[in-house]
C-alpha cells in the first residue's frame, strides 16, 4: 500500500484546500468558515518564503480565527527541508483557535513517507497548549524532547520507520487529556529502530491517564508488541487496539489469545496481517463481543518475505 490520496476529512471537518474564490463560495452558501480543515501547500520547487506567503494569505482572507483545523501538504521540497515549523509559531496570536494539525499531508506522488523531513515538535505543542489533534506523516529527523500538554488528546505520526528517539520523548512526556495515540513503527530499514523497551512506558500507561485506543500499526516487530501487549496494564483500560498493517503471524495472534481478556474491547483491528485461518477463527470465536477486523490477509511461507503496508 502506499498513500496515494489526499484526506478528504481531518478532525471531524472536511479538509478544503485554500484556493481563490474558495471563501467567497463557502460564505455564499452559508457555510462557517471554521466549519472545514483548511489545507495549505506550495510546490515543489517554492521556497520557505512562498510557503510563509501562503501562509499569511490564509489568515488574512479567512482570519486566523476562523482556523480551527490546519492540514499543512507540501512546503516546497521535503525531501531537503523540514516543515518551517518556526514560521507557523511566529503567528500563534492570529491562530487563537487552532485545535487540529496535520504536518505532512502528502500522497507518494509529492515525497515517499520515508523521505519526508521533520525536526524537533516540542515547541509547537508549546506554542499551541489548546492544541487538541496532532498529526504528522514522515518521521526522518523527526525528534521530541520530553512536553507537558494538558489538552491534547489525538497524537498520531505516521511513517514508514519510525525513530525509537521519538517513541521514547513520547513516553517521557505527560499527555493527562490524550485518548487517542497511533504509532507507525514501520521497518529498521527506513529507521524504525524501536524496541519493546521503548514502548514500555508506553504500555504501562502511568502517563496516559485517558487513553481509550492505542494503535501500533505498520509494524515489522508486530508480533513482539502483540507480546508485550498481551500483559500491558494499558491494555485494560483500552476500548480500541489496533495492530494493523504489520507483519502480525501465528505468534502474535497466539500470545493475544494467552494473555490477558480482550473481551472488554469494542474494536481489535489486525487488518493486513499474516494469521493463519485456524488462528483467525478462534481469536473471532473467543472474542464474541470485539469487532475483530481480520481483512486484507496476506500470504507468506517464508517470514523473511513477509512486508508491513507502507516503507517507503
Known amino acids: 500500500m502506499t498513500i496515494s490520496q489526499h484526506i478528504t476529512s481531518f478532525a471531524g471537518l472536511p479538509v478544503t484546500e485554500f484556493q481563490p474564490g474558495v471563501v467567497d463560495r463557502l460564505d455564499a452558501a452559508g457555510t462557517p468558515r471554521g466549519a472545514v480543515a483548511w489545507r495549505i501547500e506550495t510546490d515543489y520547487e517554492d521556497s520557505v518564503e512562498v510557503f510563509t506567503s501562503t501562509l499569511d494569505r490564509l489568515l488574512d482572507v479567512v482570519g ?4 480551527h483545523a490546519l ?5 516546497g521540497s ?6 518551517p515549523l518556526d514560521r507557523l509559531i511566529a503567528v500563534r496570536d492570529r491562530l487563537p483557535n487552532l485545535k487540529a494539525l ?13 523521505w519526508i523531513n521533520h525536526g524537533e515538535i516540542a515547541p509547537l505543542l508549546g506554542a499551541f497548549p489548546s492544541l487538541e489533534v496532532l498529526w504528522i506523516r514522515g518521521a526522518d529527523g523527526l525528534r521530541l524532547a520530553p512536553v507537558r500538554h494538558r489538552r491534547l488528546k489525538e497524537l498520531g505520526i505516521e511513517s514508514g ?5 521519538v517513541v521514547r520523548g513520547i513516553a517521557d512526556s505527560s499527555f493527562p487529556a490524550l485518548t487517542n495515540l497511533e504509532l507507525w513503527l514501520g521497518v529498521r530499514e527506513y529507521g524504525g529502530d524501536v524496541g519493546i ?12 491517564p485517558a487513553l481509550r485506543r492505542l494503535a501500533l500499526r505498520n509494524a515489522e516487530i508486530a508480533d513482539l508488541v502483540a507480546e508485550a501487549l498481551s500483559a500491558a496494564p494499558v491494555v485494560a483500560r483500552l476500548e480500541e487496539l489496533d495492530l494493523s498493517l504489520g507483519i502480525l503471524s ?7 489469545l494467552l494473555g490477558q481478556p480482550l473481551t472488554h474491547l469494542r474494536r481489535l483491528d489486525l487488518s493486513h496481517h499474516f494469521i493463519s485461518a485456524d488462528l483467525g477463527e478462534r481469536l473471532a470465536a473467543e472474542l464474541p463481543g470485539v469487532d475483530v477486523d481480520l481483512s486484507d490477509e496476506q500470504e507468506a511461507d517464508d517470514p523473511t518475505d513477509r512486508y508491513v503496508s507502507v516503507a517507503e
Open 64 to 67: 486566523g480565527e476562523h482556523v
Open 71 to 75: 492540514v499543512i501538504g507540501q512546503w
Open 78 to 83: 521535503a525531501y531537503d527541508t523540514a516543515p
Open 102 to 114: 496535520f504536518v505532512g499531508e502528502m500522497t507518494y506522488e509529492e515525497c515517499e513517507i520515508s
Open 161 to 165: 520507520g519510525l525513530p525509537a528517539e
Open 197 to 208: 523497551d521503548d514502548l514500555t512506558p508506553i504500555l504501562g500507561g502511568a502517563e496516559l
Open 250 to 256: 501465528d505468534r502474535g495472534a497466539e500470545a493475544l
